[in-house]
Nanobody
Framework: EVQLVESGGGLVQPGGSLRLSCAAS????????MSWVRQAPGKGFEWIAG???????GYSASVKGRFTIASDNAKNTLYLQLNDLKSEDTATYYC????????????????RGQGTQVTVSS
């Protein structure tokens, strides 16, 4: 059974940092692209970062230069480093498994974890 379990969210002040983790089971993340998406209160899902199975990554304009996606194939875990956080980054963050080795920007994969809440507030 494919499972994705996110962790690492919390309350942080503007300008602060967090690292989110996504532990995957039931498949090897090295064989699929993975993405991070988020959902702010009252809004739809937003794709923010992806990494393909060849370790190339991409970001949305809203997070480029501040967030970094990475994977540890030995631990079968996906990460998202969030730096210089802003109030508009407040959202529930989800990792998502793509169906191929490549991600598509702005595509929200249906297979996601339960999410981890990130709140940016002073």
């Amino acid at each position: 059974e494919v499972q994705l379990v996110e962790s690492g969210g919390g309350l942080v002040q503007p300008g602060g940092s967090l690292r989110l983790s996504c532990a995957a089971s039931g498949f090897k993340i090295s064989e699929y692209a993975m993405s991070w998406v988020r959902q702010a209160p009252g809004k739809g899902f937003e794709w923010i970062a992806g990494i393909n199975s060849y370790n190339s990554s991409g970001y949305s304009a809203s997070v480029k230069g501040r967030f970094t996606i990475a994977s540890d194939n030995a631990k079968n875990t996906l990460y998202l480093q969030l730096n210089d956080l802003k109030s508009e980054d407040t959202a529930t963050y989800y990792c998502a498994k793509e169906s191929t080795r490549f991600f598509t920007q702005d595509y929200i994969p249906p297979l996601r974890g339960q999410g981890t809440q990130v709140t940016v507030s002073s």
